[in-house]
């Protein structure tokens, strides 16, 4: 499915998918709202989560914390229904434009996107630590009543 990098220019302006997985055969991935172009989530593919995306036309990523393949919303019904996928010009990170099911939410913590806290930028006190601000003020669902009361699955 995927083709050998063989230079630059095939890369860069071949019409090859090549993609280029780094040292943990990982590529980054950036997933955004096909309709208002909010930003969702970051995650990361493997070669099986790429593939499975391509020919399944749903997200799957490869989950760090589990060590195992993460079909988006298989447990939660919030699937990403994958509505374009591009690549990068060096072919090291995905894009990911999708429609996610149910209520639209892609965070397990239960806000609609992963992105619901802003870093202040130039803070008062930069000898404290920094104080977040939340973007999101209401949960779209709520993970325990999704998820039970598993674990989170997240490495601290």
């Not at 995306?53 to 988006?72: D, N, P």
């Not at 429609?99 to 609609?112: E, I, K, L, P």
Request: glycine content about 8%; aromatic content about 8%; some cysteine.
């Amino acid at each position: 499915m995927f083709a050998a990098r063989s230079s630059v220019e095939q890369v860069e302006e071949g019409r090859q998918l090549a993609p280029k997985f780094d040292e943990n055969g990982l590529i980054p991935v950036i997933t955004t709202d096909f309709d208002s172009g909010e930003l969702l989530m970051h995650g990361y593919m493997n070669q099986a989560a790429l593939s499975q995306t391509i020919l399944g036309g749903e997200a799957v990523y490869w989950s760090r914390s589990r060590r195992q393949l993460w079909h988006k919303g298989a447990t939660s019904g919030l699937v990403q229904a994958v509505r374009e996928i591009r690549i990068d010009d060096d072919q090291d990170a995905v894009w990911l434009r999708v429609t996610v099911a149910g209520n639209g939410a892609s965070c397990h913590v239960g806000y609609r996107s992963c992105f619901y806290r802003s870093v202040p930028i130039n803070p008062l006190d930069a000898g404290s630590p920094i104080e977040l601000d939340f973007t999101e003020s209401e949960k779209v669902f709520d993970p325990k009543t999704v998820y039970g009361d598993a674990p989170n699955p997240t490495k601290l």
